[in-house]
């Protein structure tokens, strides 16, 4: 998958993005694009499965490993 930002020749490689908003939608795909160009995401929401779930997802398309949620 070839994001926004990765497609322009963006290198995020060892920054962290936290995305409002990144479970769904318009958040989601930022999300998933700066994921893609090598940013670690992490999608925050109201919801937290919503925003694990998301992670996985956005992990799954990009082949970038997902963000590693500390225990609550």
Do not use: K, N, Y
């Not at 908003?21 to 700066?34: K, N, P, Q, V």
């Not at 994921?35 to 990009?62: D, K, N, Q, Y």
């Amino acid at each position: 998958m070839t994001g926004a930002f990765a497609g322009r020749g963006a290198d995020l490689t060892g920054q962290v993005a936290v995305i409002t908003g990144g479970s769904a939608g318009l958040g989601h795909a930022i999300a998933e694009g700066l994921s893609a160009a090598g940013c670690a995401v992490v999608p925050a929401g109201r919801r937290e499965e919503a925003c694990r779930r998301a992670a996985a997802r956005i992990a799954g398309r990009t082949g970038a490993p997902p963000w590693d949620w500390p225990a609550t």
